[in-house]
């Protein structure tokens, strides 16, 4: 399979998961791309960054050359319905980030769900693998994220 098709799946994939927290998590009015500077987004990536480029009103995508982040901001109020169980998505709970977090994992696609206080984002590495590489940049750039004022 084709690099370019590869990605067209991921991003495909990555819709269903983000579709599925879509419907029930409110937007906070926020700047996603405050919560990650590109030298830690390319420090996690082990590569250049360049500056977060906005994603509507609530998200946030870093690139470098053959990897990209996204971070998407919602309100708490949708947490316990983002993480209900999904036919073909697993979920693992991750613990020392945050409240609480939570990968989700569709095939080889996984996404970072974390949620503090009345907050809570998704991170998502495309480009890094083998997958529990990419699941150690989300948690790393999830760390930074909280820690980020």
Excluded at 10 to 21: D, E, H, N, P, Q
Excluded at 36 to 60: D, E, N, Y
Excluded at 87 to 104: K, N
């Amino acid at each position: 399979m084709t690099s370019r098709r590869m990605a067209r799946i991921g991003v495909v994939a990555a819709c269903v998961l983000v579709a599925s927290t879509t419907r029930v998590a409110i937007a906070k009015p926020a700047d996603a791309c405050k919560l990650l500077t590109p030298a830690q987004v390319g420090a996690a990536l082990g590569a250049r960054t360049g500056a977060g480029q906005a994603i509507g009103s609530t998200g946030c995508q870093w690139s470098a050359q053959s990897a990209r982040v996204t971070l998407v901001l919602y309100d708490a109020s949708g947490w316990q319905t983002m993480n209900q169980p999904l036919p073909g998505v697993s979920r693992t709970t991750l613990g020392g980030v945050g409240d609480d977090a939570v990968y989700s994992t569709v095939g080889s696609l996984t996404t970072l769900s974390v949620k503090k206080g009345d907050s809570v984002f998704v991170v998502r590495v495309y480009g890094v693998h083998p997958q529990a590489n990419q699941m150690a940049v989300e948690r790393s750039l999830a760390q930074d994220a909280l820690a980020n004022p």
